[in-house]
């Protein structure tokens, strides 16, 4: 089931190919990874005049970015009350409100670039997926329109519409988000920021970043480049570089499976209005679909062979008509997930910023921080930043939290699986 390979790949009609770094270079801020937090920072950058240049250690794209449920929500799991506990009033609301807006700016980059990543804007349903999942829905509702957000309950029957499935409770419908092909959406920022100018090298890992004489100096295998500012923007997939040291953040592990394009008389009812759902579980459920007509489950977890067993068996439960479809591919990636579920701007000296801990929600937070990243280095200015700067961070407990949900993930489709 694992060999069947990611999805996003397989579809994207996005292509980008980027040499290989060799040689001296001089910049005004280089950029350490090619996501979408690297990515939207190189576009922003480039768009402002500066000379950029992205170094990625494998393929556009190679990490979440190119392994993403492809949700784009306006927002993160942490409700906007609990924003503001954990920040304080002020940062709070200033991060709810960069949050709001992500999705525009996504879909705005989008249709300014013309990046062919199938974007949908028909919003996402947040499902309860029992019980209990509706008094965290109704709180959730609650503090959402409060602040003017245009999202609206469904009750289970018009859940049941929408999906075409009776094994939810009610869901939030937030008409803000939409679902892209994640990968295509990174590789058309690559190509986009190119046609601006940046420098956007592939293969290129980075070895090492310090300070010399008032610049940042970043070494790779088969050359170097001189910066007066520095990103770095590599997430669950940072690689070791000497004297740059980021926190060591848990990494949860996220799957999914495809099924091959349905027909209408199959897959036709699910999800038609094209919105992407999640639910509320503890160890959570995605399901969407692509433009071509797949059905795509993901959870939680990183053995293929214990969870491609579980999906195949919820996607039946959920849908009896699909008991046996032939699933297509099977991928899985890594989620840096803070202690409280916040993202993270760390200082790394002068004029030097790492981005990190979307927890799940890479997206809309990372097109965002990425753009207020290198407009806040290039302007010496970090007021506009979507959280505080920090100058040292430390997580704790970050092996006993990824255990925990690979474990939890284990014993829920094991148990789901044999029931």
């Known amino acids: 089931m694992s060999g069947l390979g990611n999805l996003w790949h397989a579809s994207a009609a996005e292509t980008f190919q980027g040499p290989g770094f060799q040689g001296e270079l001089g910049v005004d801020l280089i950029v350490i990874g090619g996501g979408f937090t690297g990515l939207s920072a ?29 949700l784009v929500n306006a927002g993160l799991w942490l409700p906007p009350d609990d924003v503001c506990k954990a920040l304080g009033d002020g940062p709070g609301e200033h991060l709810n409100r960069v949050l709001a807006k992500a999705p525009d700016l996504v879909f705005d980059l989008i249709a300014r670039h013309d990046i062919a990543c199938e974007p949908k804007r028909a919003g996402t349903l947040h499902l309860a997926h029992a019980q209990s999942g509706e008094g965290q829905l109704q709180s959730r509702l609650a503090q959402l329109q409060a602040r003017g ?41 690559a190509r986009a920021a190119s046609e601006q100018g940046a420098r956007i090298y592939e293969n290129s890992p980075v070895t090492g970043a310090e300070r010399r004489s008032g610049q940042w100096v970043v070494t790779s295998r088969s050359g170097k480049i001189r910066a007066r500012r520095l990103l770095v923007a590599t997430n669950a997939y940072h690689q070791q570089v000497s004297h740059v040291t980021l926190p060591d953040i848990p990494v949860v592990q996220y799957f999914q499976l495809a099924t091959t394009p349905l027909g209408d008389n199959l897959a036709g009812p699910i999800l038609a209005g094209g919105e992407g759902a999640w639910d509320t579980g503890l160890i959570m459920t995605s399901i969407r679909r692509d433009e071509a007509g797949r059905v795509i489950i993901g959870g939680m977890g990183g053995d293929a062979a214990i969870h491609a067993n ?14 046996g479809a032939k699933i297509e591919h099977a ?12 993202p993270r701007i760390l200082r790394l000296g002068p004029a030097g910023l790492a981005v990190f801990g979307y927890s799940g929600r890479g997206i809309g937070p990372g097109t965002a921080f990425g753009r207020a990243a290198a407009l806040a280095l290039l302007g010496e200015d970090e007021s506009g930043l979507p959280v505080p700067a920090i100058d040292g961070y430390s997580e704790r407990f970050c092996t006993l939290k990824s255990l925990f949900y690979e474990t939890g993930a284990r014993l829920v489709h094991l148990a789901e699986a044999r029931s």
Do not use: C
Not at 49 to 54: H, Q, R, S, T
Not at 178 to 185: A, D, K, N, R, V
Not at 310 to 323: D, F, H, S
């Open 42 to 70: 190189a576009l922003a950058a480039a768009g402002q005049g500066a000379e950029v240049a992205v170094l990625e250690a494998n393929h556009i794209g190679h990490g979440g970015s190119g392994r993403n449920v492809g």
């Open 149 to 189: 957000a245009p999202v609206q309950y469904l009750s289970a029957v018009e859940v049941a519409a929408r999906t075409a499935s009776a094994a939810f409770g009610g869901a939030i419908h937030d008409a803000r988000a939409g679902t892209i092909q994640p990968l295509s959406y990174a590789r058309g920022l």
């Open 310 to 323: 579980w999906a195949e068996r919820k996607l039946a439960r959920l849908y009896p008509q699909l008991a």
């Open 331 to 342: 991928w899985s990636g890594k989620i840096a997930m803070t202690q409280d579920h916040l």
